[in-house]
């Protein structure tokens, strides 16, 4: 469980922080006794693709998903080989909808990391079959701190804030910097409340051309 250095430094007063240091202890004896999501070193896998600098996107979900082989540590993504969650059948749908692609042959969401776009979960890892399990045990500090910290730093960021949990997250975003980007979560449960019909992608191009900034290649085809 490793920040790259780029991030060790960007966050350095958080990580090395008493409540930082006792979740980390925490986090290590959950996966020497039971099944967590992701892999260990997976993680901070969602920030170790990019640099605090090279961020121009930020997608919040919830939590990992907690079935076998899905969660590969960042937001929304699954490993190559899974079979695609609702969720983010959903977020394909509104993506094919929103840009007019193809719908992604899999689930791994890695090209949009490369690219600047940080799919960062409000909590980092959660128990086998235990939705939000790790919920309260420490991580909304330090991902709150990871929000607080990119909001002050950088200026015209887009937050994408999907869900409940997210939304949360607004509290923690300079909106006279940013660009947030709220709507209900793409789950099956919420995403026709709103979340269809949402175009995220589209907005998120528009504001990056408006400040010279280089798209996001959402296509994953």
């Known amino acids: 469980m490793k920040l ?33 999501f992701p892999q260990y070193e997976n993680i901070f896998r969602a920030f170790n693709l990019l ?37 983010l059948h959903n977020i394909f749908k509104e993506l094919v909808d929103d840009i007019g692609c193809k719908y992604p042959k899999n689930g791994n969401l890695s090209r949009w990391a490369q690219q600047g776009v940080l799919l960062m979960n409000v909590v980092l890892t959660v128990e086998e079959a235990k939705a939000n399990s790790h919920k309260d045990i420490g991580w909304e500090q330090f991902t709150n701190t990871v929000i607080k910290k990119l909001s002050f730093t950088y200026s ?49 191009n528009e504001y990056l051309r408006l400040h010279n900034k280089i798209e996001i290649d959402w296509r994953l085809d």
């Not at 961020?55 to 937001?75: F, R, S």
């Not at 804030?161 to 997250?169: N, P, Q």
Request: charged share 20%.
């Open 156 to 204: 015209d960021l887009i937050f994408v804030l999907w869900g409940g949990a997210a939304h949360k997250k607004s509290l923690f975003i300079d909106e006279t910097k940013h660009l947030i980007i709220k709507s209900p979560h793409p789950s099956p449960l919420s995403s026709y409340r709103g979340f269809f019909g949402s175009r995220p992608f589209s907005k998120i």
């Open 4 to 36: 790259n250095k780029e991030w060790t430094s960007f966050l350095d007063t958080e990580i090395n922080s008493n409540d930082f240091l006792a979740l980390c202890n925490n986090i290590e004896e959950l996966y020497n006794n039971k099944i967590i």
């Open 51 to 87: 640099t605090p600098d090279k961020v121009k996107v930020v997608i919040i979900g919830q939590d990992p998903y907690h079935g076998l082989n899905q969660a590969n540590g960042l937001a929304f993504s699954v490993c190559d080989d899974c079979k695609i969650p609702p969720s």
